[in-house]
Nanobody, 127 residues
């Protein structure tokens, strides 16, 4: 069983940047696609970005494409999300998640494709 812990959230002004990190423990995540989701107050959890097991393929929500970059370091068992040009509408709790199946090629955007989740980290963007 893997445990995922997010960090790096905080309060930032619009136009600023934050870098989120997700540290995995318990076992390696190197064979699994990983993703970031977010959930704003009163809204459904939504897909943000995903990366395949070796970092060679990524997928982004249209709302963050060109501003956010997902990456991973399998040697450190971590996944990161670099967020630039932040907007107030990016305010949410951000969650790291591991894909349900090893070695998957398709990078699912549904929360049901992922079966391990972190506790989340709050990102607040002020206008």
């Amino acid at each position: 069983q893997v445990q995922l812990v997010e960090s790096g959230g905080g309060l930032v002004q619009a136009g600023g940047s934050l870098r989120l990190s997700c540290a995995a423990s318990g076992r390696t995540i190197s064979s699994y696609a990983m993703a970031w989701f977010r959930q704003a107050l009163g809204k459904e959890r939504e897909f943000v970005a995903a990366i395949n097991w070796n970092g060679g393929n990524t997928n982004y929500a249209d709302s963050v494409k060109g501003r956010f970059t997902i990456s991973r370091d399998n040697a450190k068992n971590t996944v990161s999300l670099q967020m630039n040009t932040l907007k107030p509408e990016d305010t949410a709790v951000y969650y790291c998640a591991q894909h349900r199946f090893r070695g998957t090629i398709a990078l699912g955007r549904s929360r049901y494709d992922y079966n391990y989740w972190g506790q989340g980290t709050q990102v607040t963007v002020s206008s």
